[in-house]
């Protein structure tokens, strides 16, 4: 696949709808304190726009925020670059970064694809959280999966050497899927034996929609890896 090809790829579904007035509140008002407007083909500093340098973990398709503002918090050593396209969970996740006064938490609103090939710089991330994104399992919208082996060339770039991937998911088949993928890689190498999925870190937070699917008998598979490039 080439890069042309990979730039189209859409693994997302831009929604819309009306925002409450504390998201409206933290796209606006807080947006200049927040968030990061790339410029096309310029690398971010993210030595920079954080308040303190240290280690970036980025997360992709955060969607309301709640999972990665439980992190910033409980993880302040760490800074955290969320990427995510709808405005809802953006708009909410910065207002509530606002009432806890975090410093080490970045959003960006574009296509994560484009960020990673045009603003992250090469080495740039200690870590890679993938949460519950959409399986597209229907087997027709395969190609729309974020997980891709092109991607995940491109991920290893980005990542530090013995940086980290952590991805997770409630779709068992997107789970066979994400294992087969990172195991093939020639840049990851997975923190369990092989073929074996990890124990939910006790980092990663149980989000309320994660506990709906627990009662109703849903199964969750965490995926743990490592960049060894």
């Known amino acids: ?65 709640d999972s990665l503002l439980e992190m910033a918090i409980n993880e302040p050593e760490y800074n955290f670059l969320g990427i995510e396209v709808y405005e809802a969970g953006v708009g909410r996740l910065i207002n509530e970064a606002n009432k806890h006064g975090l410093t080490n938490l970045k959003i960006i609103k574009e296509d994560a694809v484009e960020v990673l090939k045009n603003n992250l710089a090469t080495d740039s991330l200690y870590g890679f959280q993938l949460y519950f994104a959409d399986p597209w399992h229907k087997k027709k919208h395969h190609k729309r999966r974020i997980v891709q082996t092109e991607f995940m060339d ?47 870190p006790k980092r990663r937070p149980i989000t309320k929609f994660e506990r709906r699917g627990e009662r109703l008998g849903h199964g969750v598979w965490d995926l743990l890896f490592t960049n060894e490039k």
């Open 1 to 65: 696949m080439s890069e042309k090809t990979i730039r189209k790829i859409q693994s997302f579904v831009k929604r819309s709808g009306r925002l409450t007035e504390g998201q409206k509140y933290g796209l606006n008002e807080l947006w200049p304190q927040y968030g990061i407007d790339p410029i096309a083909n310029k690398i971010i500093n993210l030595g920079t726009v954080f308040e303190k340098q240290q280690a970036v973990i980025l997360e992709i398709g955060f969607g309301n925020g």
């Open 154 to 200: 491109l991920m290893s770039t980005k990542l530090i050497n013995g940086g980290f991937v952590h991805m997770a998911t409630d779709w068992e088949n997107y789970a066979e899927y994400m294992m087969e993928t990172l195991e093939n890689h020639p840049s990851f190498k997975n923190t369990q034996t092989a073929h074996t999925y990890s124990l939910r």
